[in-house]
């Protein structure tokens, strides 16, 4: 890599739970959610150019869904900066889009990383959220993309330690599905606040849920079944739906837990998108 450019690594989201409050007066959703991140994600890496605009060029497994022109979220994270030129973004989409783990907003966070640091910016934390915020509800945690609990609409994040370094499975049956779609179907019942103890977090987890889960698996009824299958898994620590899926995690003390579930759900699930590693 040249010393024209710079790396960012995209890191996908998981929501550990999502519980909807509710609704305000505009009519979105109020959310309680603990966001946690991962070392799995998309590649980026950004470099400077004498185009006369962004050039966004796409690789990698997933490379072919995801629009290159200035819908991505790529080109308005670098236009919050006042960035519309002289640049161009090489994106390895290794993530599934439209998957619950916050691809796009995972990504945009990365270039809005990469631009403040290629070009010494120094801005305090209320001036890169309110940047963040113009771009996605998930982009301000994703620029960070530590561990931290999620209030409003998104718009109030609040860093929450999560303690234990566990192991993560990610899996996917390769099935799309867009957030419009799932809060168009509705949340039947709206859910309290979650209560976390921060000194046991697996136990507290045990009383959360995913309250996406429901409208999500009209859509992709293999969800529920996913699920299932990684509550089961040995040693799994906790198992659910990110965001508004259709991914699905499961948790692991150890690298041979992790193993061993990964090689029983291969089998099981040949045909989706199955990845392992570590939350951040």
């Known amino acids: 890599m040249s010393d024209n450019e710079l790396y960012v690594k995209a890191f996908a989201k998981i929501n550990l739970f999502l519980h909807v409050l509710g609704k305000n007066d505009r009519g979105y959703h109020l959310l309680d959610s603990l966001f946690v991140f991962a070392d799995i994600g998309d590649d980026i890496v950004i470099s400077r150019n004498d185009s006369e605009k962004i050039t966004v060029t796409a690789y990698g497994e997933f490379g072919n ?9 790529v080109v308005k994270a670098a236009h919050t900066f006042g960035v519309f030129k002289g640049l161009n973004i090489k994106l390895t989409k290794n993530v599934p889009v439209s ?17 403040i640091k290629m070009n010494n910016l120094q801005l305090s934390e209320n001036e890169i959220t309110r940047k963040a915020t113009s771009v996605g509800a998930d982009v301000p945690a994703c620029v960070y993309s530590k561990s931290c609990r999620i ?6 994040i609040e860093p929450f330690s999560i303690g234990e370094k566990f192991k993560v499975l990610l899996i996917n049956p390769l099935r799309k599905i867009m957030t419009k779609d799932i809060f168009g179907i509705g949340v039947k019942k709206f859910s309290m606040k979650a209560d976390i103890d921060k000194n046991n977090l697996a136990l507290s987890l045990k009383n959360t849920r995913n309250d996406l889960v429901e409208p999500a698996s009209q859509l992709v009824p293999e969800i529920k079944d996913i699920i299932i299958s990684l509550s089961k898994t040995k040693d799994c620590v906790f198992s659910g739906m990110s965001g508004s899926g259709a991914t699905c995690f499961a948790l692991y003390s150890t690298s041979d837990d ?14 989706y998108w199955i990845k392992t590693g570590n939350i951040l």
């Open 258 to 271: 992790l193993k061993t579930a990964e090689a029983a759900l291969r089998r099981q699930y040949k045909d």
């Open 151 to 156: 209030g409003g609409i998104g718009e109030q």
């Open 99 to 115: 998957s619950g783990i916050g691809g796009g907003s995972a990504d945009a966070g990365a270039v809005i990383r990469g631009l």
């Open 65 to 73: 869904d995801i629009p290159t022109d200035d819908s991505n979220l």
